[in-house]
């Protein structure tokens, strides 16, 4: 069992900048490619950006290249996005995700994700 939750979300101006981080528990360690994943209401959660297990290797979704960070810190079971730079349309609920197994690759569809945290809520202010 594996438990998510993420934290950071809020409102801010376009332009500016939000932190969202996901501490993980249980069944889970630095073995396993973790993702930030977002969703509008009626439309279909999208991938926004993953971070392996294996040190440095990132993959981010064409929108938010040169704007979002994705980050860990395995000594805190915790996963970061810094968001930079955001527009209106970054506006979105906001879900972690774990890898289904240890040691696979970063996953760029939700099927690649075997838990979800609840969802935090980003709105952006034009």
């Known amino acids: 069992q594996v438990q998510l939750v993420e934290s950071g979300g809020g409102l801010v101006q376009a332009g500016g900048s939000l932190r969202l981080s996901c501490v993980a528990s249980?069944?889970?360690?630095?073995?396993?490619?973790m993702g930030w994943f977002r969703q509008a209401p009626g439309r279909e959660r999208e991938f926004v950006a993953g971070?392996?297990?294996?040190?440095?290797?990132?993959y981010y979704a064409n929108y938010v290249k040169g704007r979002f960070t994705i980050s860990r810190d395995n000594a805190k079971n915790t996963v970061y996005l810094q968001m930079d730079s955001l527009k209106p349309e970054d506006a979105d609920v906001y879900y972690c995700a774990s890898g289904r197994r240890p040691y696979a690759g970063i996953g760029l569809s939700d099927s690649g994700y075997g838990s979800w945290g609840q969802g935090t809520q980003v709105t952006v202010s034009s």
């Open positions: 971070i392996s297990w294996n040190p440095g290797t990132t």
């Open positions: 249980g069944r889970i360690d630095s073995t396993y490619s």
